[in-house]
């Protein structure tokens, strides 16, 4: 059984389906017009520091960390209905300072990293002020196996020299990044090749570091946070930017990338919610062949359909999240695979049905259904692709039978 969600969670829940209503939902034409409008791409809306400063007024600031001294500690399931809720909109979950990579990054620098990283990086991405990106994978190898990754980060003295090429550097276009997170090789001839990678903490400002370009998810630059394709060329950063040692990469990124999975999957959920209520309001505004679109059986089928996906899957979803709460990370891997699967071809579905009952304004910018698709289409590579989780579920499941 699923517990209840506690009190507190209850009452952020009606707090932030307010604000959503009050300064999400009416902004979100005016954020794209004010992007659309500057005359530097790669910039800030001013709407979005005004609807941060108001989410931080109402208390609605930094609610994601389930282990943290800085912020009030918040478990993963509870943290599931305010990450459905705002996943509704692709800008909400910036307002109140929750957003990929940096909610990532954060858990990152709050489990792993010294005091003096923390006071230098945490402190200023707690606060806001700076924006972060995370460099995993690289375009010269299949890093969906990550073991495969090649960028060097080799000691002399005091100091690493990072040389290498990333792309999907999420976050590395936003005039605020102002520190990465990297994973590289500094022992790549270790036997165990899970021994081989580690995680190193890399200002944006350091010599060497060059964005190549800014890459394209289905013809959307995702400005102005954007995924960079990224060369580092004899980066130097200090010895105690490491983290947690060498040789400790792998063992960083499961801590990283478990939670960074299920805040997708919960995002997602509100991603396919919008698109199924998008479309039974469109369906029941359209005449065609002398009635409603609302009507017609195939409509209510997919109305169907939608509504029970969507059902099963956010149960999926607060399942993994009270394994994860409860048993820990590692012992709810499996359900963490089977939500990263499931949820994300859901939403593909859902949305690619709304786009089908809207018509050609379905594929348009005007509905922003053909942008959820393109971002829930990526969330199948994004943190492991779908195959990589098949295969573990598929491994976890064959152990009970030994």
Same mark, same amino acid.
């Given at each position: 059984?699923?517990?209840?969600? /506690?009190?507190?969670?209850?009452?952020?829940?009606?707090?932030?389906?307010?604000?959503?209503?009050?300064?999400?939902?009416? $902004?979100?034409?005016?954020?794209?017009?004010?992007?659309?409008?500057?005359?530097?791409?790669?910039?800030v809306?001013?709407?979005?520091?005004?609807?941060?400063?108001?989410?931080?007024?109402?208390?609605?600031?930094?609610?994601?960390?389930?282990?943290?001294?800085?912020?009030?500690?918040m478990? $993963?399931?509870?943290?599931?209905?305010?990450?459905?809720i705002?996943?509704?909109?692709? +800008?909400?979950?910036?307002?109140?300072?929750?957003?990929?990579?940096?909610?990532?990054?954060?858990?990152?620098?709050?489990?792993?990293?010294?005091?003096?990283?923390?006071?230098?990086?945490?402190?200023?991405?707690?606060?806001?002020?700076?924006?972060?990106?995370?460099?995993?994978?690289?375009?010269?190898?299949?890093?969906?196996?990550?073991? $495969?990754?090649?960028?060097?980060?080799?000691?002399?003295?005091? &100091?690493?020299?990072?040389?290498?090429?990333?792309?999907?550097?999420?976050?590395?276009?936003?005039?605020?990044?102002?520190?990465l997170?990297?994973?590289?090789?500094?022992?790549?001839? $270790?036997?165990?090749?899970?021994?081989?990678?580690?995680?190193?903490?890399?200002?944006?400002?350091?010599?060497g570091?060059?964005?190549?370009?800014?890459?394209?998810?289905?013809?959307?630059?995702?400005?102005?946070?954007?995924?960079?394709?990224?060369l580092?060329?004899?980066?130097?950063?200090?010895?105690d930017?490491?983290?947690?040692?060498?040789?400790?990469?792998?063992? +960083?990124?499961?801590?990283?990338? @478990?939670?960074?999975?299920?805040?997708?999957?919960?995002?997602?959920?509100?991603?396919?919610?919008?698109?199924?209520?998008?479309?039974?309001?469109?369906?029941?505004s359209?005449?065609?062949? @002398?009635?409603?679109? /609302? &009507?017609?059986?195939?409509?209510?089928?997919?109305?169907?359909?939608?509504?029970?996906?969507?059902?099963?899957?956010?149960?999926?979803?607060?399942?993994?999240?009270?394994?994860?709460?409860?048993?820990?990370?590692?012992?709810?891997?499996?359900?963490?695979?089977?939500?990263?699967?499931?949820?994300?071809?859901?939403?593909?579905?859902?949305?690619?049905?709304?786009?089908?009952?809207?018509?050609g304004?379905?594929?348009?910018?005007?509905?922003?259904?053909?942008?959820?698709?393109?971002?829930?289409?990526?969330l199948?590579?994004?943190?492991?692709?779908?195959?990589?989780?098949?295969?573990?579920?598929?491994?976890?499941?064959?152990?009970?039978?030994?």
């Amino acid at each position: 059984m699923i517990p209840e969600f /506690s009190d507190r969670s209850k009452d952020l829940q009606e707090r932030l389906l307010k604000f959503m209503d009050d300064v999400v939902y009416p $902004n979100e034409d005016l954020y794209h017009e004010q992007l659309d409008q500057s005359a530097e791409r790669w910039s800030v809306p001013p709407v979005l520091e005004e609807m941060k400063a108001k989410a931080r007024e109402k208390g609605l600031w930094n609610l994601f960390l389930p282990e943290s001294e800085e912020v009030e500690p918040m478990s $993963n399931l509870d943290y599931s209905p305010l990450c459905e809720i705002m996943g509704r909109s692709p +800008i909400a979950a910036e307002t109140t300072n929750c957003s990929a990579p940096d909610t990532g990054n954060m858990e990152v620098f709050t489990r792993y990293a010294n005091a003096e990283l923390k006071e230098r990086w945490l402190t200023q991405l707690l606060d806001g002020k700076i924006r972060s990106a995370f460099a995993m994978t690289e375009p010269a190898v299949a890093s969906s196996d990550a073991t $495969n990754i090649e960028t060097a980060i080799v000691r002399e003295g005091d &100091e690493y020299v990072i040389n290498g090429r990333k792309w999907w550097t999420s976050g590395i276009g936003d005039p605020r990044c102002e520190v990465l997170i990297l994973m590289g090789k500094t022992d790549p001839d $270790n036997a165990d090749r899970y021994r081989q990678q580690s995680m190193i903490v890399v200002p944006r400002n350091t010599p060497g570091i060059t964005v190549e370009k800014m890459l394209h998810v289905f013809g959307y630059d995702d400005a102005p946070h954007g995924h960079g394709q990224v060369l580092f060329e004899n980066v130097r950063v200090p010895a105690d930017h490491i983290l947690l040692g060498e040789g400790r990469g792998f063992e +960083i990124a499961q801590g990283r990338l @478990g939670p960074g999975r299920i805040h997708h999957c919960m995002r997602q959920i509100g991603v396919a919610e919008r698109a199924l209520e998008s479309m039974c309001k469109r369906a029941k505004s359209r005449f065609a062949f @002398g009635k409603l679109v /609302s &009507e017609q059986s195939v409509t209510t089928e997919r109305i169907a359909e939608a509504r029970i996906a969507i059902d099963q899957s956010r149960l999926l979803v607060l399942y993994a999240a009270h394994k994860m709460d409860t048993v820990g990370n590692k012992e709810a891997r499996k359900e963490i695979a089977m939500i990263k699967v499931a949820v994300p071809n859901m939403t593909c579905r859902v949305v690619d049905m709304a786009m089908q009952v809207h018509g050609g304004g379905g594929v348009s910018q005007v509905f922003n259904l053909a942008h959820a698709y393109a971002h829930s289409r990526t969330l199948r590579f994004a943190d492991g692709p779908d195959e990589v989780h098949r295969a573990q579920i598929g491994r976890l499941e064959l152990r009970r039978w030994n």
